[in-house]
């Protein structure tokens, strides 16, 4: 069996729609690349899509004629239909449709870490380290939601929170741009959940990548009120997100996305709740769930729909009031910056900003992307520590060959797996990486540091 990237142009063929529909597709074959019964297919989507999002089997080849599914309804551009028509075609069976967070991994950026030159264009066998990890993406059992939930939970274990028994009272704060609303934020119970929210939608919807919004920690503090904003992203004139919990239980209650009333006919929310808000010339899309957030999204109309709204919102700075220290806790690791300060009732920083962006970027950039990053090793390397061998998963770290602080990436390929013992040794300048001989060793005159390095190894 071989494994293939095929490119797919989202402009020309509808590959979401064709596979959506039937789950077979006959893709037209070529000369130079006549791909085999049972090879694998990855199907790569350009620009916009940029990534790998179908995973698919090939289980028939040579098809002619009336043979083929006609898929004529599918194809966005008639003259590259005529063009392929009296080609032959092979028969791509669906294995695989990648959900959000996968597409996420699948990246030409991840891609590249996996030893793909560039974007894809035509058809290309994939290399092994490619295949590998589409392999085990595939195996995996789709918990992705858990998974990231864990991830905050393991970040804000790492951060001291929750730090006690939680209450949630009204006021004392100084406002929902303040230290201590963040802080009492990352108390709630179900902070983790309302965290990956939040984090999912910057990510999707592309703000991310901007400085032009602003969030809130914390916005109401009623006290008798049974459900309490978590948090409002705002963009300009007005709110984009906004994530709830119950005043008494701490637990999400909902989310909520707007949207312009123009793209309700495109939507596809229907097992979320829809309110029209006339007011405002809106929609509001509301789920429950950080499950019901990824599922909304691997729509691409959806998709589509919430990154336009927030594009048309974020054309300029809004400078309404913005957390700072929750900013910078979701942006770790990212390429963004907040660009609204945090002032305090009377219009005076409440700490110095070089002190309270330190402090920021202490305590979070330090360590957000260590667990997707983690995922992304365990499915890249054996699970195993790279120098003794221990294969328990729960005990594996990533540990970066070129820190973060001297510019090394947070990529697989500045990455190996290490036992706690080891990565501990390493961190400490107790062992050290052979760059030529691609291997971990105890530094001389050190001690060597149980178990022992793996027989055989090289």
């Avoid at 590998?132 to 995996?140: G, H, T």
Wanted: hydrophobic fraction near 35%; aromatic fraction near 8%.
């Amino acid at each position: 069996m071989t494994a293939w990237i095929v490119a797919s142009n989202p402009k020309v063929f509808d590959s979401e729609s064709a596979f959506s529909s039937r789950g077979v597709v006959d893709w037209s074959e070529t000369s130079t690349a006549r791909l085999q019964m049972g090879d694998r297919v990855f199907i790569y989507q350009g620009a916009p899509v940029s990534g790998l999002t179908h995973c698919c089997e090939v289980t028939q080849v040579g098809i002619t004629g009336s043979d083929m599914v006609d898929d004529e309804t599918f194809w966005l551009d008639h003259d590259a239909y005529v063009e392929r028509k009296n080609r032959t075609r092979m028969r791509l069976r669906l294995i695989r449709a990648f959900d959000a967070v996968e597409r996420t991994l699948l990246t030409l950026d991840s891609l590249k870490d996996l030893g793909v030159q560039g974007p894809p264009r035509g058809r290309q066998r994939a290399t092994v380290q490619c295949g590998a990890f589409v392999d085990r993406l595939v195996s995996l059992a789709p918990t992705q939601a858990d998974g990231l939930i864990q991830n905050e939970q393991q970040l804000l274990e790492d951060l001291g929170h929750p730090s006690g028994a939680w209450t949630f009272t009204k006021g004392g704060r100084d406002g929902a741009h303040s230290l201590a609303s963040f802080e009492a934020a990352l108390d709630v119970p179900d902070a983790s959940t309302a965290l990956a929210i939040l984090r999912v939608y910057l990510r999707f919807s592309g703000l991310n990548n901007t400085g032009r919004w602003a969030i809130s920690a914390l916005p109401n503090w009623s006290g008798g009120t049974a459900v309490q904003r978590y948090s409002t992203v705002n963009g300009v004139g007005g709110e984009l997100l906004y994530v709830e919990f119950g005043s008494k239980t701490g637990l999400v209650e909902c989310w909520g996305v707007r949207l312009s009333s123009d793209s309700e006919d495109d939507l596809n929310s229907s097992d979320l709740v829809l309110r029209r808000d006339p007011k405002h010339e809106q929609v509001v899309v509301e789920g429950r769930s950080l499950t019901d957030l990824l599922l909304f999204f691997n729509d691409r109309a959806n998709l589509t729909a919430v990154q336009s709204e927030a594009l048309a919102r974020t054309t300029k700075s809004s400078g309404k009031p913005h957390n700072e220290y929750l900013a910078e806790y979701l942006c770790a690791g990212s390429s963004s910056e907040s660009t609204v300060g945090v002032h305090d009732k009377r219009g005076q920083r409440s700490i110095p900003a070089e002190i309270e962006r330190r402090y920021t970027v202490s305590r979070s950039r330090r360590r957000l992307h260590q667990g997707p990053l983690r995922d992304l090793a365990l499915t890249y390397y054996p699970i195993s520590c790279f120098y003794c061998g221990i294969d328990v998963e729960k005990i594996l770290d990533v540990a970066h060959l070129v820190p973060d602080s001297e510019g090394g990436s947070a990529s697989v390929g500045n990455v190996r797996l290490l036992c706690a013992n080891h990565h501990r040794a390493f961190d400490r300048g107790l062992m050290y990486w052979d760059s030529d001989k691609q291997q971990f060793g105890i530094v001389e005159g050190g001690i060597d540091i149980p178990p022992g390095p793996k027989r055989n190894y090289l």
